[in-house]
T-cell receptor, first 114, second 115 residues
């Protein structure tokens, strides 16, 4: 596709439910990043993939957060046993990884945990 | 750790006028990149302009330009001939060189454009 896409755009979950958020990066992009953006704040880094390898997961806030990119393209961010503090916008970004420093963002998924 | 500070939570500018958004950062790296992203209510983060730290010349993109002061660790964005479509949240971001490096964002400046 022409840009990064994410689905769903909105997700409402009851506390304790598991959710899965999907990211489709720009075709051919090697690098993929997940960010979490709380209301009124700037995005904060969660995790990074180079192809299928998760090279940095230092930003994941707890072991309830899990990300994967099994074939080096589409990525899924999974949150288990959601809590109210997980409510945020989850942004995905990709870059070509070939000396390209610019990250291109998707529209985000707004997660609301009730 | 790198930090990015945007000290102006909100700014307002009249259509066709010029406005400057401020950003300072802190890093011990010598090779890095700085970005301004625009985030309209639709939430899509759009790249406005980027600056390579090794370049002395300030970056420009049409009506958008930056004032990069490396020694002062300052990176301001100037928007000329402001348009209604420029209204959005603007985020300053820092990234160490290397494709694996994450972006570190400031808290953003909300820009209003009035008639």
């Amino acid at each position: 596709g022409a840009g990064v896409s994410q689905s769903p755009r909105y997700k409402v979950a009851k506390r304790g439910q598991d959710v899965a958020l999907r990211c489709d990066p720009i075709s051919g992009h090697v690098s993929l990043f997940w960010y979490q953006q709380a209301l009124g704040q700037g995005p904060e880094f969660l995790t990074y993939f180079q192809n299928e390898a998760q090279l940095d997961k230092s930003g994941l806030p707890s072991d309830r957060f899990f990300a994967e990119r099994p074939e080096g393209s589409v990525s899924t961010l999974k949150i288990q046993r959601t809590q109210q503090e997980d409510s945020a916008v989850y942004l995905c970004a990709s870059s070509s990884g070939q000396g390209e420093e610019t990250q291109y963002f998707g529209p985000g998924t707004r997660l609301l945990v009730l | 750790a790198q930090t990015v500070t945007q000290s102006q939570p909100e700014m307002s500018v009249q259509e066709a006028e010029t406005v400057t958004l401020s950003c300072t950062y802190d890093t011990s790296e010598s090779d890095y990149y700085l970005f301004w992203y625009k985030q309209p209510p639709s939430r899509q983060m759009i790249l406005v302009i980027r600056q390579e730290a090794y370049k002395q010349q300030n970056a420009t993109e049409n009506r958008f330009s930056v004032n990069f002061q490396k020694a002062a660790k300052s990176f301001s964005l100037k928007i000329s001939d402001s348009q209604l479509g420029d209204a959005a949240m603007y985020f300053c971001a820092y990234k160490a060189a290397g494709t694996a490096s994450k972006l570190t964002f400031g808290t953003g400046t909300r820009l209003q454009v009035t008639l």
